[in-house]
């Protein structure tokens, strides 16, 4: 069965602390995706990537970067956490194409205090 | 680039009454639409999609949606809900992004509340 995994569900961390996110998929999917979803606002694109080492920005990319040094695992980083992060976080993966059905984690819930 | 725009955050609904959670998106080029649902404290799902062909699509619970190119929706039904149908429904589209791949924009949802 599809699986994407997020290393945490629940995180609380300070202001000015540096958060890695953690996204494993075991569907050797080209494409890896963050994605942060606020109420009222939907998900918004935060990074994909679209093969190993290759990111591309997505919408709301300020404040955050991501790494991809293996296929299967796509990191998220906020170098310094704020408390306008407070959000879930959501990791999604996907063949290549535009086609293909999107494949979520059960998400991550980061509070920064 | 393509936006995607839910119009309705909340929608309630008696048990066994029809639904309709209404999507519309920004351009009129081929796209690809998409349906997810998230159910409370779950990532989202594949609820149903269309990629060419016949306009109506169906899924395996009962919901379809119906693309309408002139119109640029794709809109969500479901003749008679139950009260496990409640959670929150996302709208999606695909676009290609500069450096040719494709990426997913989603609306901001729609909360279907079946009430008993």
């Known amino acids: 069965d599809v699986k994407v995994t997020q290393s945490s569900r629940y995180l609380v961390k300070r202001t000015g602390e540096k958060v890695f996110l953690e996204c494993v998929q075991d569907?050797?999917?080209?494409?890896m995706f963050w994605y942060r979803q606020d109420p009222g606002l939907g998900l918004r694109l935060i990074y994909f990537s679209y093969d190993v080492k290759m990111k591309e920005k997505g919408d709301i990319p300020e404040g955050y970067s991501v790494s991809r040094e293996k296929k299967e695992r796509f990191s998220l980083i906020l170098e310094s956490a704020s408390t306008n992060q407070t959000s879930m976080y959501l990791c999604a993966s996907t063949l290549t194409g535009g086609r293909n059905t999107i494949y979520f984690g059960e998400g991550s819930w980061l509070t920064v205090v | 680039a393509q936006s995607v725009t839910q119009l309705d955050s909340q929608v309630p609904v008696f048990e066994e009454a029809p639904v309709e959670l209404r999507c519309n998106y920004s351009?009129?080029?081929?796209?690809?639409l998409f349906w997810y649902v998230q159910y409370p404290n779950q990532g989202l799902q594949l609820l149903l999609k269309y990629l060419s062909g016949s306009t109506l699509v169906e899924s395996i619970n009962g919901f379809e949606a119906e693309f309408n190119k002139s119109q640029t929706s794709f809109h969500l039904r479901k003749p008679s809900v139950h009260i496990s149908d409640t959670a929150e429904y996302f709208c999606a589209v695909s676009e290609v992004g500069a450096s040719g791949t494709y990426k997913y924009i989603f609306g901001t949802g729609t909360r279907l509340k079946v009430l008993a």
């Open positions: 569907m050797d999917h080209e494409n």
């Open positions: 351009s009129s080029v081929s796209v690809y």
